[in-house]
């Protein structure tokens, strides 16, 4: 049975050259060959670690994050615990980036709300200089009825 050091060695490697899946399958088959032991609790922050690599498009951050929270609530999961918590923070705030980044809309070139708003405005006063004038030339009427 392959130690500890081995598998992550193992692991790692696949990871390095891309092969998440495969490496996944390694830690996997580690926890499941010895449940028993404490490495066995610290093989899910390892998975963990893989999913929410940027380079892994095997998985997603909703998963590595699910992944993080289990090894968090583990009992025996202490060795990267640390560590488990600023990679979940990390990866909820790129989570939340990414869904901020679809939903504001790209602005090329002049703002054209700052430029409506303008326009608005220079309309708006050449209305109320019209209805102004209107307004004048009714009181001048209404005080002279006769004329």
Same mark, same amino acid.
């Given at each position: 049975?392959?130690?500890?050091?081995?598998?992550?060695?193992?692991?790692?490697?696949?990871?390095?050259?891309?092969?998440?899946?495969?490496?996944?399958?390694?830690?996997?088959?580690?926890?499941?060959?010895?449940?028993? %032991?404490?490495? @066995? =609790?610290?093989?899910?922050?390892? $998975?963990?670690?893989?999913? /929410?690599? *940027?380079?892994?498009?095997?998985?997603?951050?909703?998963?590595?994050?699910?992944?993080?929270?289990?090894?968090?609530?583990?009992?025996?999961?202490?060795?990267?615990?640390?560590?488990?918590?600023?990679? %979940?923070?990390? @990866? =909820?705030?790129?989570?939340?980036? $990414?869904?901020?980044?679809? /939903?504001? *809309?790209?602005?090329?070139?002049?703002?054209?709300?700052?430029?409506?708003?303008?326009?608005?405005?220079?309309?708006?006063?050449?209305?109320?200089?019209?209805?102004?004038?209107?307004?004048?030339?009714? %009181?001048?009427?209404?005080?002279?009825?006769?004329?």
């Amino acid at each position: 049975m392959p130690t500890y050091a081995s598998t992550l060695a193992a692991a790692q490697k696949r990871a390095d050259s891309g092969d998440y899946a495969g490496a996944d399958r390694i830690l996997a088959d580690f926890a499941l060959r010895a449940p028993n %032991k404490a490495e @066995a =609790q610290e093989i899910s922050f390892w $998975r963990a670690l893989f999913m /929410v690599d *940027p380079a892994n498009r095997s998985s997603s951050l909703e998963e590595g994050i699910r992944a993080l929270d289990i090894y968090l609530k583990s009992q025996g999961a202490a060795k990267y615990r640390p560590q488990a918590l600023v990679l %979940k923070r990390t @990866a =909820q705030t790129v989570q939340t980036l $990414r869904q901020a980044s679809q /939903v504001i *809309p790209k602005v090329n070139g002049r703002d054209t709300v700052f430029v409506n708003r303008e326009d608005e405005i220079v309309a708006l006063r050449d209305q109320l200089a019209k209805a102004n004038a209107e307004l004048e030339r009714i %009181k001048r009427r209404l005080a002279n009825p006769g004329r």
